[in-house]
Structure formats: structure tokens, C-alpha cells
């Protein structure tokens, strides 16, 4: 079996690096044990409340994605859903050429002449990763599978994606390209937009399908209950994993993208180009997730509430400061339970001042560590004031000035 032989002596939390993460929380390093080998040629683990990279190991080799291409897919059916563009109780016929596919292709085994709820079809690419599914949702979306394919790639340049780039929905194609450092972005991003998806279709074990309501006209349904199961495993044997995406073609090998939730802290691990099946991918996932848990927490500390700083010949008399970056982050465990922070902060500027001018910072310490910095920010933007306003704080000012002096005289 392949192992990874590449690891990083010394992991960092590092939100530039990371392209998508919040580029207001300054990187702080932190020494940290690698996790074991794992079956894939490139692996990456991210939290998911800053994209925070907390590991890994050959992160931008290009490989073809193969099904994680549905996570973009999903992310585009949805957006559309939440425009109005179609509707989740939508009926679509299906029709010949969403069924026209390869033999050992991932089916929810749709027929020509079916009428379908777009919901179930979401649910058919989100469990059993059903590639006549894709094709279906790209169809009705957009028109076309081309069409659709624009929108994706369209998509991935929004978010900075460089090396990743899509020809069609479904993700049978190996000339689909990303890395694992891109699809890490790709699916926090659509974790974040449409956090209803874990529970509506990616935590889903299995799905039933065929039914008697989407048969096409004077046919009968299966005389016996069909069961999909979830071609994501570790739903069935990994505490606190819901979701996210499976994927496999010859040409990528076993790929997984896996997220989980204990205690407050997600996190989201990629890993692609395994070679040792699906169990393999199964348990390179359950071995990424336990060493995140183990080593890092997601804390929420106590945080100063920013003060207003003197706006000296403004329009108004005080600033008022706020956090550029989340004040919810991810550090090594060791340091989560005691966190304190302390303020640096400009106590006074001179207008004008302009909405997200940096004024200071909060630092986050624990131990003596430095584990976080985020800065803080204008909320506003402070014209200058008229002359009376000017030339009232320019007096102001000197006589502060000239008792200053005096005082320390």
C-alpha cells in the first residue's frame, strides 16, 4: 500500500497560505507531531471556522478530483436553488441523455421518462454520488452540461482556485483538475454557504429509490424496497463525521474529502490519489480526523470589546473600532483552556480615517504563547470636520501637548 512519505516537521496555522481563510488573524506557528502515514499522495487538514491549515503533505499536486467535482456541483445546484432559478419540490422528467452513461458509473439509477424532485436528485449526487444525478441537475440549472460547467469554473476562479477546473458536473472525466490545498477551500466554502446541506443530504446513510411516486407512466415500482447506500463510510463508524464526499476514477485513485464535529471544533481533511480501495480511503479519513481531534481545539475566548479612539478634526469626535477576523479560532489543544488576551491600540488619530484602517490589535496568549492576533479595524469611515472643528482641536491639541511637556519637565 502507498504511504506517504513527505510530512511537516513543524505544522502552522496559516490563513495567507491558505488563499480563502481570514486574512485579518496574523499566522502563528506551532510545533506539533505529524499524523501517521496515510494511503494518498496528497493530504491537507483545515478547520472549518477560519481554513486555518493545521497539516499537511503534498498539498498542491494536481490530481483529477473525480465525484468530489459534485461538491461544486452541489454548491451551484444550491446557490441556484437559493435564487429561485428552480425549487427543491421542482418535478424534472428525466430524459435519455442523463442516463446515458459508462458501464460501472455511480448511479441512483434514474430511467428515462421519470418525474423527479430536484431534492431527491441533490440527494442521489450527495449519498450515492449518482453521476446520472449530475448530469440531471446541470440540465435543468443551466440548460446544458456545458452551461453548467461554466458556472462551475466561473465558481473557481471567484475563490482563487488556480489549478482547479471542470469539463463536466458529474466528475468521470479525468481531465478535471484540483488539488487537495483548493478542494479543502472549495468544500469549506460550500460548508459555509449552505451549512442545511450536511444534514439534508450529506450525513444521509442511505436513500431509497426508486419509488412508486417517480416511476414513468403505466410502469410499476420495484416489488421490493431498494436501499442506496452511502459510498462515505466513515457515516457509519466515525463519531461526530457528517459528510462531506467520495470520489474514484482510475486515473486519481480513491479520494475523500471527510469533515467532522466533536466539542465545538470541525474540522476537514482531503486526501487524494489513495491506492488501497475504498477501506484504505476510509481509514486515511478516520486517521486525519483522530489526529485533529487530539491536537487541536476550536475556542471562542473571552474577547475586549474594542474602545473608540479620539478622531482628532473629524467630523465625528470618536472612532469606533471592530474585529477584521473571527474571534472564534482554532489552536493546539494544550493551550485551549487558558486563553487570555490584551489590546494594542492607537488612543488617538487624526482625520481622515477610512472604514477598515487598521488601529490595532487584539493579541490572544496562553502560557506565554502567542496563539492568536486579529486586528482591529475602522468600522466607519471619519471625514474631516469644518474649520471651526478643525481649528478647535488643533487648540485642544497644543495645550494637551504643552501640558504634557510641562508635566514631565
Sequence with gaps: MKKLLCVLPLLFIAAVAFGYADSAAATTRFATPAPPPVDARSVIIVDMANGDVLYESEADVIIPPASLTKIMSLMIALDAI???IVSLDQRVTIEWNDVNLPYRSSLMYLRDGMSVPMDDLLR????????????????VVAGSSEAFVDRMNAEALRL?????????????????????????????????????AIIRYHSNTSMVFPRADVMPPGEEPPETTIVLRSTNGLLFSYDGCDGLKTGFIDESGYNLVAT?????????????????????????????????????????PESPKPPAV?????????????????????????FANSIESRLEVEPEVEAPVYKGTRLGR????????????????????????NVFVRVRDSI??????????????
Design 396 to 409: 485642544i491639541r497644543f495645550f494637551m501637548r504643552l501640558f504634557r511637556r510641562s508635566s514631565t519637565d
Design 124 to 139: 442521489g449526487m450527495a449519498v450515492v454520488s449518482g453521476n446520472d444525478a449530475a448530469r440531471t441537475v446541470a440540465r
Design 160 to 196: 482563487g482556485l488556480k489549478e482547479t477546473r471542470f469539463v463536466e458536473p458529474s466528475g468521470l472525466s479525468e481531465l478535471n483538475t484540483t488539488t487537495a490545498r483548493e478542494m479543502a477551500i472549495l468544500a469549506r466554502e460550500y460548508m459555509r454557504k449552505h451549512p442545511e
Design 82 to 84: 437559493e435564487s429561485g
Design 260 to 300: 467532522a464535529e466533536r466539542n465545538g471544533t470541525r474540522v476537514i481533511s482531503v486526501s487524494l490519489g489513495g491506492v488501497g480501495g475504498p477501506s484504505g480511503r476510509e481509514r486515511a479519513g478516520a486517521i486525519l480526523l483522530d489526529w485533529a481531534f487530539e491536537h487541536w481545539r476550536t475556542v471562542s
Design 310 to 334: 479620539r478622531a482628532w478634526g473629524g467630523a465625528t469626535e470618536y472612532l469606533t473600532l471592530e474585529y477584521a477576523g473571527s474571534t472564534t479560532f482554532t489552536v493546539p489543544a494544550r
Design 362 to 385: 487584539v493579541v490572544y496568549t496562553s502560557g506565554g504563547h502567542v496563539v492568536r492576533r486579529i486586528d482591529l479595524v475602522a468600522h466607519e469611515d471619519i471625514l474631516p470636520g
